[in-house]
């Protein structure tokens, strides 16, 4: 055999970082993505001079996490920063909800809810309502946006994602290689009619996404389903992992109103007891004063994103900028909300794991020949962390086999 030519399908979070840990191995690497920039879910927005995250608002790592070579380089590249603001008094003002900083990892994480990034901090409301302890490890942001992470990595790497490219059929064939045991992947894509042969290709996408669990609909076609079904363990448990939906909507200003500035001052807050949205982000303008606004980015809450993915981008977009427009306006007593310059809602279908692969081992060996590797949140926890530990777990198997 030549050199191994493997396929990454997905330029998120993972495969950017499964590039970048093997740049300097000898494989041959190629990485196809069907969304017209790499990023996934890390993707950055753009609306003129200014930018929103359309996901996670925080990178977060925990006291006691596994010390990873591509976190600690993001932080001493100065890809990305701690936080400077303070999340402590992020919350709802008019719910009375006061916060404190619980440093203790061992108090029980029941009945919490999910706040920061991903799964990292714990917004846990009292017995009786008045106040919420947020128990924060160390957050970060990014510099640049946090599409700046992922491009980071491919540029670290030298491999140039291909993206607009959606894995239309994925194939186990006899293997060019003249060994008449060996099987390889065809991966074919339709729309630029191109064929490619590879002897192995790791799967970065969600578990639900290319089982066709929810829908059909953006499932690749080929015989690698049939394979995996083949072996009823893996498939079984491929079959458990599930996850949490979210809508974002980003919402453009030229000013900053008069009624918001306590959003603006906190930068975040949290809506304890709002059902739709869960936390909103003001970032001022890159192009005016420190009192202009520039940006407002409204996050759902997961739980009613999960109950309306029927939903529209459009549909929903609408339902949370009305949702907002009542929260700011009970707030001024005033219902003269501006209206944005430009609005962006993004409909996330697998935003979070909700149940990952059993054992979460971060990345598994589905088929051996053809060789066949699934990564990512699908087997892991859905932040920064889990991704990068997702990486250098490929990185091992790929050694193993090659």
């Known amino acids: 055999m030549g050199v191994p030519r493997i396929l ?4 998120g979070l993972t495969g950017s970082a499964i590039a970048c840990r093997l740049a300097h191995a000898p494989v041959s690497l190629t990485c196809w993505d069907k969304a017209k920039v790499p990023g996934g879910r890390m993707t950055t927005k753009v609306f003129g001079a200014d930018q929103v995250d ?3 608002k925080y990178i977060s790592r925990k006291t006691g996490d596994k010390e990873d070579m591509l ?16 999340l402590d008094n992020s919350h709802e003002d008019n719910t009375n909800v006061s916060s404190k900083v619980d440093t203790n990892e061992n108090s ?13 901090c714990w917004l846990q409301p009292n017995s009786d309502q008045d106040h919420a302890i947020l128990m924060k ?22 491999t140039v994602p291909q993206t607009g490219m959606f894995l239309n059929e994925l194939n186990s064939v006899p293997s060019d290689s003249g060994d008449e045991k060996t099987l390889c992947w065809q ?11 590879f002897d192995a290709v ?4 969600p578990v639900p996404q290319f089982m066709g669990t ?45 009624h918001m500035e306590s959003l603006h001052e906190s930068e975040v807050k949290y809506f304890v007891k709002n059902k739709m949205i869960k936390y909103v982000s003001v970032k001022p303008s890159a192009n005016k004063t420190a009192e202009d606004c520039g940006t407002i980015t409204i996050h759902s809450h997961r739980t009613w994103a999960d109950k309306n993915t029927h939903l529209s981008k459009a549909e929903a977009g609408q339902l949370i900028y009305q949702e907002f427009k009542n929260l700011v306006s009970s707030k001024a007593g005033s219902s003269n909300l501006p209206d944005p310059v430009h609005m962006i809602c993004h409909k996330w279908r697998y935003s979070q794991t909700r149940r990952p692969y059993p054992g979460s081992p971060g990345a598994v060996t589905l088929l051996q020949n053809p060789l066949f590797i699934g990564a990512g949140d699908s087997y892991t926890i859905s932040n920064v962390g889990g991704c990068l530990s997702s990486a250098e777990i490929v990185e091992q198997l790929l050694k193993q086999r090659f």
């Open 8 to 11: 990454i399908v997905g330029a």
């Open 54 to 56: 359309i996901g996670p």
């Open 71 to 86: 976190f600690n380089e993001l932080i001493t590249m100065n890809v990305i920063e701690p936080v400077t603001y303070d």
């Open 108 to 120: 029980n994480k029941e009945g919490m809810d999910l706040v920061g990034h991903y799964n990292s």
């Open 137 to 158: 490890p160390e957050n970060y942001v990014t510099t640049q946006g946090s599409q700046s992470i992922v491009n980071y990595f491919f540029e670290r790497s030298g």
């Open 187 to 197: 991966a074919v894509n339709s729309e630029r009619n191109i064929s490619q042969l």
């Open 202 to 205: 790791i799967f970065t996408i």
């Open 214 to 258: 929810d829908s059909a609909v953006g499932r690749p076609l080929g015989s690698y389903l049939s394979l995996l079904q083949e072996n009823t363990d893996i498939f079984k448990k491929l079959e458990q992992v599930s996850y949490h939906s979210s809508f974002t909507l980003a919402l453009f200003y030229d000013k900053l109103f008069k």
